[in-house]
């Protein structure tokens, strides 16, 4: 059993490191300003990226990290990287390149299982072009199916948003740290509530891009992790061992 579920994780890095060195070799281009996401199939793209540069293939390039897990990789592998408000960046980035928790047809998406999901919203919506890297056990018909959505949440409102929440027929809980006790903090402070929605949402069908505007709504919310507002261009590997591309329109 130990076996098996050491070659499933092994496949599974395999499919994300697919998908994150075809983004990176498709999309990247030297002089670009580049958003780069955060979480396990995140990094490939990174790590193809810095890859990139040392061999000179790459040249010219300044990086928005999304969180601080993802700065240490830039640091691991020389990528220079500046803050959104740096005049580096000012201009806003020509690329984001990120992962997804589930991906609907549409290309719509939830993030956020790795707690950055507020400044990966920043890097998505400042970003001329988007890029999404995944693998196929990601794809979904209706999402939130499989995946709840997080929101992240200032602790002062922890109980008056849960209270809105559960009365609009959400499922709440709070996100719990591993190898800590308490509630996962984010890079800002706040709490993660992780949210499982029904069909419908304060007595209207539940879609993402309204959801997305809809729950922002409730006080205390600082942001969720419903990603509807720049379609990306989606990289899925397949497990025969291709990378399927995705863009909607």
């Known amino acids: 059993m130990e076996q098996d579920t050491i070659r499933l994780m092994n496949e599974a890095a395999l499919l994300k490191q697919r998908a994150g060195k075809a983004a990176a070799d498709s999309m990247v281009k030297s002089g670009m300003k580049l958003g780069l996401g955060t979480g396990s199939t995140a990094v490939y793209a990174v790590r193809r990226i810095g890859e990139l540069l040392a061999q000179g293939i790459l040249r010219d390039i300044c990086a928005f990290a999304t969180s601080f897990q993802t700065e240490i990789e830039c640091e691991k592998q020389n990528i220079p990287f500046y803050n959104l408000n740096s005049r580096e960046l000012s ?44 693998d196929e056990s990601k794809l979904t018909d209706r999402l939130g199916s499989g995946f709840p959505v997080p929101l992240e949440v200032i602790p002062a409102a922890r109980v008056q948003v849960t209270r809105v929440l559960e009365k609009h027929g959400a499922a709440v809980i709070l996100r719990e740290a591993l190898r800590k006790a308490g509630p996962v903090i984010t890079e800002h402070g706040n709490i993660i509530l992780d949210i499982r929605l029904g069909m419908e949402f304060h007595g209207s069908a539940v879609t993402p891009s309204l959801m997305e505007t809809e729950l922002n709504q409730i006080p205390g919310v600082v942001e969720n992790g419903f990603f509807t507002k720049n379609p990306p261009v989606v990289y899925v590997a397949r497990s025969n061992g291709t990378v399927e591309t995705r863009m909607i329109g």
């Open 91 to 134: 201009s806003g980035l020509d690329l984001t390149i990120d992962g997804a928790d589930e991906v609907d047809k549409q290309n719509n998406l939830i993030k956020g299982g790795g707690g950055a999901l507020l400044i990966e919203k920043l890097a998505a919506y400042a970003s001329s072009q988007y890029v999404i890297t995944i």
